[in-house]
């Protein structure tokens, strides 16, 4: 699955990446690409823990990977319908447009 997708994200950003500068804006594509995988998992995490109640002082118990789940699914959701628009027109752009001028 992961690997799949490794070698998918490298073969586009080998793709679009301007040889007049080398492997620099391809190094810069990938950072940004694991920043961007990195932190959700993280805070996720964190957010479980946080929207958890368990124990006396909870008027109600709450699992919060429930809450959570629900709440990801809704902001997947909106993200995908306010945004997927730009994400197909980014997949339609000439390879001359990612070059740097």
Not at 25 to 32: A, G, V
Not at 40 to 53: G, H, I, N, Q, R
Not at 58 to 70: A, K, P, Q, R, T
Request: charged share 15%; net charge positive; with cysteine.
């Amino acid at each position: 699955g992961s690997q799949c997708m490794f070698v998918s994200q490298m073969a586009f950003f080998a793709k679009v990446s301007d040889p007049a500068i080398g492997g620099t804006y391809m190094t810069l594509l990938n950072t940004i690409a694991n920043l961007g995988g990195m932190w959700p998992s993280t805070l996720a995490f964190k957010l479980v823990d946080a929207t958890t109640c368990k124990g006396a002082s909870c008027v109600l118990e709450l699992d919060g990977f429930y809450l959570m789940s629900i709440v990801c699914f809704v902001y997947g959701t909106l993200w995908y319908v306010l945004c997927s628009g730009h994400g197909r027109r980014l997949q339609h752009l000439k390879a001359s447009d990612w070059k740097t001028r």
